[in-house]
T-cell receptor, first 116, second 114 residues
Framework: AQSVTQPDIHITVSEGASLELRCNYSYGATPYLFWYVQSPGQGLQLLLKYFSGDTLVQGIKGFEAEFKRSQSSFNLRKPSVHWSDAAEYFCAVGDRGGTGGFKTIFGAGTRLFVKA | ETGVTQSPTHLIKTRGQQVTLRCSSQSGHNTVSWYQQALGQGPQFIFQYYREEENGRGNFPPRFSGLQFPNYSSELNVNALELDDSALYLC?????????????FGQGTRLTVV
């Protein structure tokens, strides 16, 4: 079955430091991969997505992610974290189920804390 | 702001009751998906509607049902509420039901079942 694993429940980084959030997926075919961010009490905002092509994907707010097929990973990175980046981050994979329907499978999320 | 609006924002219901949650999709979007997000968890796919027909369903019992209207707005209905139904319910709209279509999420409805 398709799945997404985010190994880190929470991460704390200092403001200005670099960030890497890990994501591993299990998917039989070429995956459609996403990273979303969720601020407290808010909905989800798409940071970036990978469908094909260049394996290094640029997103909004200075985020990027790299697709590595050999490692089944899609890690999210940012060179310099700002206090406003503190939020919950979700990795997700798009899946077309047996009925032909479409769904997105989310990981459990990684909570990012930023310290001054 | 995405243009996807959900109502109500918060709701408290008693076990056994029924609830209807509403979602207005972004202008021009013909596909709506619903997700349940329990506290501390990632969103779980409930179902998707494309042009007024169900287009995929996750592992949720039949007491979770939905509708999509001609204007592409949508409802999520849950019958016989259980305590475990307490969660944030998210609606997402998109143009088309293909995997490479970006979905825009609403702010969610926080449902508490007591």
């Amino acid at each position: 079955a398709q799945s997404v694993t985010q190994p880190d429940i929470h991460i704390t980084v200092s403001e200005g430091a670099s960030l890497e959030l890990r994501c591993n997926y299990s998917y039989g075919a070429t995956p459609y991969l996403f990273w979303y961010v969720q601020s407290p009490g808010q909905g989800l905002q798409l940071l970036l997505k990978y469908f094909s092509g260049d394996t290094l994907v640029q997103g909004i707010k200075g985020f990027e992610a790299e697709f590595k097929r050999s490692q089944s990973s899609f890690n999210l990175r940012k060179p310099s974290v700002h206090w406003s980046d503190a939020a919950e981050y979700f990795c997700a994979v798009g899946d077309r189920g047996g009925t032909g329907g479409f769904k997105t499978i989310f990981g459990a999320g990684t909570r990012l804390f930023v310290k001054a | 702001e995405t243009g996807v609006t959900q109502s109500p924002t918060h709701l408290i219901k008693t076990r056994g009751q029924q609830v209807t949650l509403r979602c207005s999709s972004q202008s021009g979007h013909n596909t709506v998906s619903w997700y349940q997000q329990a506290l501390g968890q990632g969103p779980q796919f409930i179902f998707q509607y494309y042009r007024e027909e169900e287009n995929g369903r996750g592992n949720f019992p039949p007491r979770f049902s939905g509708l999509q209207f001609p204007n592409y707005s949508s409802e999520l209905n849950v019958n016989a509420l259980e305590l475990d139904d307490s969660a944030l319910y998210l609606c997402a709209s998109s143009l088309g039901e293909r995997l490479n279509t970006e979905a825009f999420f609403g702010q969610g409805t926080r449902l508490t079942v007591v």
